[in-house]
C-alpha cells in the first residue's frame, strides 16, 4: 500500500521501461489539468498539459490520459531515462478562479 | 520564454524577525502571482493569490497579518514573512500567470526559509 503526508508514494521503474504515475483529482468542475515534474530542492516544472475536452494528450516521450468519469488522471513516461527521477505532480485548475490544486505527489525512482 | 525568478534562493534568520521573497516574471509581465508554501514531502499549498494593483487574496487559514504580500508592478511581487518563527521553516514557491484568460503558472524556483 501507498501512505500520504510523511512519505511520499513511490514508483520504482527499470531504465528503459516505461512508467505510469496516477493521480485522483477532486472536484468535477476543473477544466484544466497539468503534469509537473519537481526535482529536490527546484520549483516545479511544466510536463503537459490537457484540458477537459479531451481524453488524451502526447508530447515529447510523455502522453498523458484524462478519465472524467472517474476523476482520474495518468502520466505515462516511454523509454525512462536516470534524468526522470523526480517527483511528479498533477494539478487541477478550479473553472474560473485560475486557482491550482495540487495532487499529493509521487516519487519517480529509476533503476539502472 | 515564461521564466519565474525568486531571490533570495535560501535565506536563514532568527526567530522573531521578517523575511521577504521576491517574485520576478523576467520576460512577460504577470497580472496574477501565486505563493505557494511546501513542507517536506509534502505537496504545494497555496496560500495568496496576488494581483497587481489590488489587495491580495488568502487561502482559508493563511494569516494575512503575518505573511504580507505587495504586488505592485506587473513583473514583481513580494512575500513578507513577519515576526517569523521555526514553524514557518518551509520552501515558498511564486509562480506568475502569463496574461488574462490564460490559466498556465510557471512556478520560480523557490527560497528555502529556515528560522533558527
Known amino acids: 500500500g501507498e501512505s500520504v503526508g510523511l512519505h511520499l508514494p513511490t514508483l520504482s521503474v527499470q531504465e528503459g521501461d516505461n512508467s505510469i504515475i496516477n493521480c485522483a483529482y477532486s472536484?468535477?468542475?476543473?477544466?484544466?489539468f497539468i503534469w509537473y515534474k519537481q526535482e529536490s530542492g527546484k520549483g516545479p516544472q511544466f510536463i503537459i498539459d490537457?484540458?477537459?475536452?479531451?481524453d488524451k494528450r502526447q508530447g515529447q516521450r510523455v502522453t498523458v490520459l484524462l478519465n472524467k468519469t472517474v476523476k482520474h488522471l495518468s502520466l505515462q513516461i516511454a523509454a525512462t531515462q536516470p534524468g526522470d527521477s523526480a517527483v511528479y505532480f498533477c494539478?487541477?485548475?478550479?473553472?474560473?478562479?485560475?486557482?491550482?490544486?495540487f495532487g499529493t505527489g509521487t516519487r519517480l525512482k529509476v533503476l539502472a | 520564454g515564461a521564466v519565474v525568478s525568486q531571490h533570495p534562493s535560501r535565506v536563514i534568520c532568527k526567530s522573531g524577525t521578517s523575511v521577504k521573497i521576491e517574485c520576478r516574471s523576467l520576460?512577460?509581465?504577470?497580472?496574477?502571482m501565486f505563493w505557494y508554501r511546501q513542507f517536506p514531502k509534502q505537496s504545494l499549498m497555496l496560500m495568496a493569490t496576488?494581483?497587481?494593483?489590488?489587495?491580495?487574496?488568502?487561502e482559508q487559514g493563511v494569516e494575512k497579518d503575518k505573511f504580507l504580500i505587495n504586488h505592485a508592478s506587473l513583473t514583481l511581487s513580494t512575500l513578507t514573512v513577519t515576526s517569523a518563527h521555526p514553524e514557518d521553516s518551509s520552501f515558498y514557491i511564486c509562480?506568475?500567470?502569463?496574461?488574462?484568460?490564460?490559466?498556465?503558472?510557471?512556478f520560480g524556483p523557490g527560497t528555502r526559509l529556515l528560522v533558527l
Open positions: 509562480s506568475a500567470r502569463l496574461t488574462s484568460g490564460q490559466e498556465t503558472q510557471y
Open positions: 472536484n468535477s468542475a476543473s477544466d484544466y
Open positions: 490537457i484540458r477537459s475536452n479531451m
Open positions: 494539478a487541477e485548475n478550479m473553472k474560473g478562479t485560475y486557482k491550482y490544486i
Open positions: 520576460d512577460f509581465q504577470a497580472t496574477t
Open positions: 496576488s494581483n497587481e494593483g489590488s489587495k491580495a487574496t488568502y
